[in-house]
Each structure stands twice: as structure tokens, then as C-alpha cells.
């Protein structure tokens, strides 16, 4: 009676569990991954077992024979089940040697394609096709986020506990391009909840840094890094001096600006760590930093972000899906007719992938090496969002699914820092913003440079420009024995593409950044004055005023004053910040800084002979980009000089308008009361 009452209660549990079926997405995903799993498996062992007559047709029998496999064993479980529990121990036993073979068995018998197995292969069969399906789960469940995570973790605890250094350390995540404004309205949207919990709590103060002009990642990190603000007036320039372009995620150009940078006092330079950057921060460990390039590979960091994909390759998966993905959201983008928008196809779905998944994982496994070693002092640099936004736009669905990958990595480096010996406080901040808005080119119907060749003759016109999306290439190229072997090639080749840019001189450059272009007469020492520039080139100053989507033209007069014109009206400036002119003001749109922001770029080196912005609309918080990226940073205008600053509550920073310099002093004054670092008497007091 017992046992009646136990097959009874079974066959009650199994009815509530068919009733509680309820269709979903997930539920959806479930069951095309069963199926994905069992095809596979039954397909190798189709192959592997002998005796097995598979048609022609290979696919649409093995397709066929899991269809019937997954019916046959929905129906028969329940059965078998009542079978087990009427048998005991012993049924439980047999059930598990013979019910997997029985199933099969039963489909085999109902696919006429596939002809008659005898029993011993279909044994053999169930047995090898269960092997391939456990092992085909693992890998797909050792793929997740989750899993990656919980592998480094438990390999950085076991590091810390050998090395058993104490004491106060500094972590620095630098979230690439994420604009301060933006952080406010995902923290309010709850796509970034761990960030949000921090700011909520009153652990963590939200502040934003002013970046000036230019608003790039090397000049964001040259001041962040190196304290330095007057050197890099691009992401790219022409310097007169060595006479060819200098790209700054070119490494053999980011080791030459490196070493006019450094002077041993970068904010890393008291044993710390720098992963992923421009520049190094005079660091004594440096991986995938383009200012002095290491091997990462033989790094125990590397080592254990290659331990934690091992098995299903996870970097190639995950790698492939971003492509997919891509691919669709550009096409979902297309359909719809977002405006403005920039083609998402090429290189991009390459470059998306390395950037989103194998360098941030890559990334990841190191600063957690870092961590658990003790470095007192580490600055890590996250591309994910800058990388996307650039082609999808800073305010799309997709470029904000980013953030919450990075607030998820934010969690662990938190969760991380409980466990090591450092008690790590973490500041999180941005080297610049973005700004959206339509191209030049597609405003226009021209490029900039296109129309410099106009007004200028045709055959002294040089033309520079490079893809800043190749620095996530160029920084793999140095671990390129941690990716799949399929991603080598690609790797290589878009790397050597890069390289290749720039490597002739003409008698005019002109460089690009965002919304930012420089002109250079390269055969005219020094920086020509707005006199000379009209002398040699008397067309080029009127056909840029001609330009609708020109919205300021910057050069330097004999007199000392910045000359600053567009079609409506023009300004000088002096050094005191003196104005006057005629028309509307073309800095207006701009800003009250904006002013000020020409004159500090106005005073680096390297910078244009002549200083062209692209035009910004207020009122739409769009501006024209050089570049066809649809989110973009360089010039002035909306989110791209709005810079982040996260910062620990207890920090004495006072309510003013900050500077990158201004953080780094404050940085580095930081080490110096937490004993990481010496104070050095010759420097700047900070300002904060």
C-alpha cells in the first residue's frame, strides 16, 4: 500500500510539474539548448560507435532521431520513475545503467532511416552520448560570466594567501568614455546597480572632471597618469619635428610620446600597476599598455585568465556572439531608421568582440593577479562602452548594455578587495565623454579633408587618419598566445593595417579627432601665424567659413591674440581671456569654458597650424564629427569634456570645478598619507 501511495504522490508531482509548464524566453532557450546538446552528441557518437548505418542524409536523420529521443523520454520518464519507486534500490540502480539505452533503443526503432542497431552498440551509444552531453553542459555553463568570475576569484585568494601582504592599496577603473551625465541617468534607469548602491550608500561621492580641449584618451591619461597638461593636442597630430603623423595607439608612436611624458613621478610609479592604458604612469608592471610594451603571457595574471576559459574556449565563443550581435543591431538600427547613425559593418564586428569580451577578460584576470600580489597601486582602463558607443551612438540600448557589464565587473573588484590582504578603497573615473550627431560627411557630403584639398592645391593636400578603435588590436597583438588560434590571423592583419597608416609626409596634414581637426603646413617650421596661413594658402580660411557644419576656425595672429571666426561672426582672445570681435559669437554653443579650453590648447605643442571645431546644436546636444562614428570625443560640445570622478565619501576634495590634473595631485597626495608612496618635496601642492 506504501508503495502505491508513494507511485500515487509521483504521479501527482509529475502532473502539477506538466500544469506548471508555463512558455517563456527562458523556457524557450532551455529547450533549443537540450536540443543543441543532443544533436551534437548524438552526431559524434554516430561517428564514433561502430555499426551505426547513418543515411545520406545524415542531418535530417540525426534531426529526426533527437526529435523522437527527446518525445520518447518525455513520455517514458514518468513510467520509469513508478518503476523505480515500485523496485527500490535495485530499480534505481537499473534505471540508471538501462534508461538512457532504452529510450534510444525506442527511437531507433521508430526512425526507419537509421537501420537496426544491435543492443550492445545502443548501450555503447547511450553511454557515449551522455559522456558528450555532460561534458558539451559543463563548457557551456563554464562559458557564463558567473563561472569566469568565481575561477579568478578563487585563484587570487589562493595567490593572496601565499603573498600575505596587509595594509591600504588603491584600485583605479577607468571606464572609458563614459561621460558623468550618463552614469547619473543609468544609476536612475537601474542599469548599474552596484555602482548605484555605492553612490546611494554614501560610500561613494559622484563628481565630474572638466577634461578641456583636447577630450581624448591620451590627453585624459597624460594628466591622469603623468600630471601633464600642455603636451598632446590629438589623438592624433603631425609633429614637425620628426616630420610624420604620431598616432597614439600606435605603439611605436605611444613609446615615443611615453618618454617625453615621463619623468619618474606618474601616479603608478611606486610599485604599481598598469593595465590596459595609453600610457604606463611610470609603473614597474605594465600589461597591454601601449607607452612600453610586455609580454603578458608569461604573466601569472594571463595565466589564469587562460585557466578560466580552458575547456570551451571561451574567448572564442563569446567572441563569435558579439559578432552575431552586432550584426543584428546594426541591422535592427537599419530597419528602423535611426538617425543618426554610422555603418556598424567591416572591422567593426571584429573589433567589437576582441574589445568587449578578450581584452576585458584578459584585463579582469590580471588586475585580480595584481590584487591579490599587493600592488599598492593599480589603474586599469575598461574600453567596452567607448569601444561601442563610437558606432552605435552614447545613448543606445546596446552602448547602455554595456555599463552593466561593467558594473558588474565594479562588483567583483569589490567583492575581490574583501578577500585579499589589501583593504583596496576603489576610484572609478572616465578619461572623457561622448557627444552624438550626425558626420561631417553626411552633412556635408564631403569629409573635412576632402574639403581642405579643395581649398588648398590638390597635389600638396596630405591626407592622415587612422581607426582609434585599433588600439584594442594593437594592445592584443602583445598576448596574442592567449587568444584562439582562428583569432591570431585577424588580429595580425588588422594590426598591420594600422601600422601602415601615416607613413608618408605631404605639404599639408590634417588630423582628425572626433569633432577636433588640426592643419598642418608641414614644409613651415614652428606654428604658422593666421597672416602666413593667408599667404600660403588664401583660399583655405574662406572656404572653411563657407561651411555650414564648421563651427569654429582657430588660428594664431601676429599679435599674439587667438583668432577665432566662423560665417557669422568672429572673436580674438588674448592670454587675460580679453573678447571682442563682430557677428555672433562662434563659441557661444560651446560653453562658458570654451574660451578658456582653446587657450590651454592653444599653448600645446604640436598643436595646428589652423584649429577646426565641428559645429555643435544646443539644442539637440549634437555636434558634427570628422570621423564616421556617431558618438564621438576630441573637440568641445555636449557630454565629451564632462569626465567621471567616483570617489570615496571620507576624501577631503573641495567643490570646485576639477581638472586631470587636479585628480592626479589628489591621487597621488592620497598615497602619500596612506604611506604607499614618498612625498615629493618638489611637487605642486594639489589644488583640491
Request: charged fraction near 20%.
Amino acid at each position: 500500500m506504501e508503495d502505491r501511495g508513494a507511485t500515487r504522490r509521483q504521479a501527482a508531482v509529475a502532473r502539477r510539474a506538466v500544469r506548471a509548464i508555463r512558455p517563456s524566453w527562458s523556457w524557450l532557450a532551455g529547450v533549443l539548448r537540450s536540443f543543441a546538446i543532443a544533436f551534437t552528441s548524438l552526431a559524434l557518437t554516430l561517428q564514433l560507435v561502430p555499426g551505426t548505418q547513418v543515411p545520406e542524409r545524415k542531418f535530417t536523420a540525426v534531426m529526426t532521431l533527437v526529435v523522437t529521443i527527446l518525445l520518447v523520454g518525455a513520455l517514458l520518464r514518468p513510467l520509469l520513475v513508478k518503476l523505480t519507486v515500485l523496485t527500490g534500490a535495485v530499480g534505481l540502480l537499473m534505471s540508471g545503467f538501462l534508461t538512457q539505452a532504452l529510450i534510444l533503443s525506442i527511437a531507433l526503432a521508430l526512425v526507419p532511416s537509421i537501420e537496426p542497431i544491435a543492443l550492445p552498440e545502443v548501450i555503447a551509444m547511450a553511454w557515449i552520448v551522455t559522456i558528450f552531453a555532460s561534458l558539451l553542459n559543463w563548457m557551456v555553463d563554464a562559458s557564463t560570466e558567473e563561472v569566469f568570475f568565481s575561477q579568478i576569484m578563487r585563484r587570487a585568494i589562493r595567490v593572496s594567501r601565499r603573498t600575505k601582504v596587509t595594509g591600504p592599496g588603491l584600485l583605479v577603473v577607468q571606464l572609458d568614455g563614459v561621460a558623468q551625465p550618463l552614469i547619473r541617468y543609468a544609476a536612475a534607469s537601474g542599469a548599474i546597480p552596484f555602482l548605484s548602491s555605492l553612490l546611494r550608500s554614501g560610500s561613494h561621492t559622484l563628481r565630474s572632471w572638466h577634461t578641456g580641449l583636447p577630450s581624448t584618451t591620451p590627453a585624459g591619461q597624460a594628466r591622469l597618469l603623468h600630471g601633464k597638461d600642455v603636451f598632446i593636442p590629438s589623438f592624433r597630430w603631425f609633429d614637425k619635428e620628426h616630420g610624420r603623423m604620431l598616432v597614439a595607439n600606435r605603439p611605436t608612436d605611444a613609446r615615443l610620446i611615453e618618454e617625453r611624458l615621463s619623468d619618474g613621478k606618474g601616479l603608478l610609479a611606486a610599485g604599481g600597476a598598469s593595465i590596459s592604458n595609453v600610457f604606463t604612469g611610470d609603473a614597474p608592471f605594465r600589461a597591454l599598455t601601449m607607452g612600453k610594451i610586455e609580454q603578458p603571457g608569461n604573466e601569472p595574471g594571463a595565466a589564469g585568465y587562460a585557466a578560466a576559459r580552458a575547456g570551451f574556449v571561451r574567448s572564442f565563443v563569446l567572441f563569435a556572439g558579439q559578432v552575431i550581435t552586432e550584426w543584428y543591431q546594426a541591422r535592427r538600427q537599419r530597419r528602423r531608421g535611426v538617425v543618426p547613425r554610422v555603418s556598424r559593418s567591416g572591422a567593426f564586428l571584429v573589433l567589437r568582440g576582441l574589445t568587449t569580451v578578450i581584452l576585458k577578460d584578459l584585463s579582469v584576470s590580471i588586475v585580480a593577479d595584481q590584487m591579490a600580489r599587493g600592488a599598492p597601486v593599480i589603474y586599469v582602463d575598461l574600453l567596452d562602452y567607448d569601444e561601442l558607443a563610437h558606432h552605435a551612438g552614447p545613448t543606445r540600448p546596446e552602448s547602455m548594455r554595456t555599463l552593466e557589464g561593467l558594473d558588474r565587473v565594479l562588483k567583483f573588484f569589490h567583492d575581490l578587495a574583501e578577500e585579499v590582504g589589501r583593504d583596496y578603497e576603489i576610484v572609478i573615473l572616465s578619461d572623457h565623454g561622448q557627444t552624438q550627431g550626425a558626420t561631417f560627411l553626411q552633412l556635408e557630403g564631403r569629409t573635412i579633408l576632402d574639403a581642405v584639398r579643395e581649398f588648398v592645391d590638390a597635389d600638396v593636400a596630405g591626407i592622415r587618419d587612422t581607426d582609434e578603435s585599433f588600439g584594442s588590436v594593437q594592445r592584443l597583438r602583445l598576448s596574442e598566445n592567449l587568444t584562439p588560434a582562428p583569432l591570431r590571423r585577424t588580429i595580425q592583419r588588422a594590426g598591420s593595417e594600422s601600422d601602415a597608416e601615416g607613413t608618408q609626409t605631404a605639404n599639408i596634414e590634417v588630423a582628425v579627432s572626433g569633432s577636433l581637426a588640426n592643419v598642418y603646413f608641414a614644409d613651415y617650421p614652428g606654428r604658422l601665424k593666421r597672416e602666413e596661413v593667408e599667404a600660403v594658402a588664401p583660399g583655405l580660411l574662406p572656404g572653411l567659413r563657407s561651411l555650414e557644419h564648421v563651427g569654429a576656425i582657430v588660428t594664431r595672429t601676429a599679435n599674439g591674440t587667438l583668432f577665432v571666426e566662423n560665417g557669422r561672426g568672429w572673436r580674438e582672445l588674448t592670454e587675460e581671456g580679453a573678447r571682442y570681435g563682430e557677428g555672433a559669437d562662434p563659441l557661444l554653443p560651446y560653453g562658458y569654458l570654451a574660451p578658456a579650453d582653446l587657450l590651454q590648447l592653444d599653448g600645446c605643442a604640436n598643436v595646428g597650424d589652423v584649429i577646426i571645431l565641428g559645429r555643435y546644436d544646443p539644442n539637440l546636444g549634437e555636434v558634427a564629427a570628422f570621423e564616421e562614428l556617431v558618438g564621438s570625443h576630441g573637440g568641445l560640445g555636449g557630454w565629451q569634456t564632462e569626465a567621471l570622478f567616483v570617489h570615496p565619501s571620507d576624501w577631503e576634495v573641495d567643490d570646485i570645478l576639477l581638472s586631470g590634473t587636479d585628480i592626479y595631485r589628489l591621487l597621488v597626495n592620497h598615497l602619500e598619507k596612506q604611506g604607499l608612496r614618498e612625498p615629493d618635496v618638489d611637487s605642486t601642492p594639489a589644488k583640491v
